[in-house]
């Protein structure tokens, strides 16, 4: 469908350590390891649709420095639609169960609409992420 992400690159500090989280993370959401080597590796959806591939790219040495800040230029955050409620607490559970940053447990969050029920989290380097259902959009 024209006008659909096709695929996001995220860079990362530790790329063995990202590798782990985004395969515990993605598996879940329904993607699956693609391509891999020593630069990076690919998750693709299984069945298509936005963000086909997300891939994990290991940082140059200047920037394997420093943790991510999402109010500098580049990405602020990157949130994927969940099934239902239930699924917001299942990958909350996984979260928990990897040891993953949890910025905000799973809640309703009303200043975005009404039923916007979500979990908000990090990935190694800080890359805010976010799992939302939202009956408006179901």
Same mark, same amino acid.
């Given at each position: 469908?024209?006008?659909?992400?096709?695929?996001?690159?995220?860079?990362?500090r530790?790329?063995?350590?990202?590798?782990?989280?985004?395969?515990?993370?993605?598996?879940?959401?329904?993607?699956?390891?693609?391509?891999?080597?020593?630069?990076?590796?690919?998750?693709?959806?299984?069945?298509?649709?936005?963000?086909?591939?997300?891939?994990?790219?290991?940082?140059?040495?200047?920037?394997?420095?420093?943790?991510?800040?999402?109010?500098? #230029?580049?990405?602020?955050?990157?949130?994927?639609?969940?099934?239902?409620?239930?699924?917001?607490?299942?990958?909350?559970?996984?979260?928990?169960?990897?040891?993953?940053?949890?910025?905000?447990? #799973?809640?309703?969050y009303?200043?975005?609409?009404?039923?916007?029920?979500?979990?908000?989290?990090?990935?190694?380097?800080?890359?805010?992420?976010?799992?939302?259902?939202?009956?408006?959009?179901?």
């Amino acid at each position: 469908m024209r006008g659909i992400v096709h695929h996001i690159d995220l860079t990362v500090r530790d790329l063995d350590a990202s590798r782990a989280f985004y395969a515990a993370v993605l598996e879940f959401l329904g993607y699956k390891l693609g391509h891999s080597d020593a630069r990076g590796c690919d998750f693709d959806l299984v069945g298509g649709g936005a963000f086909q591939s997300i891939g994990i790219k290991r940082a140059n040495e200047k920037g394997a420095t420093r943790r991510h800040d999402r109010y500098s #230029p580049g990405l602020h955050h990157l949130a994927w639609t969940a099934a239902s409620r239930d699924d917001v607490d299942r990958l909350w559970m996984l979260l928990q169960q990897i040891g993953a940053d949890v910025l905000d447990p #799973p809640k309703e969050y009303p200043q975005y609409g009404s039923g916007y029920y979500a979990v908000f989290f990090a990935d190694p380097d800080g890359i805010k992420l976010e799992y939302v259902f939202h009956p408006a959009e179901a």
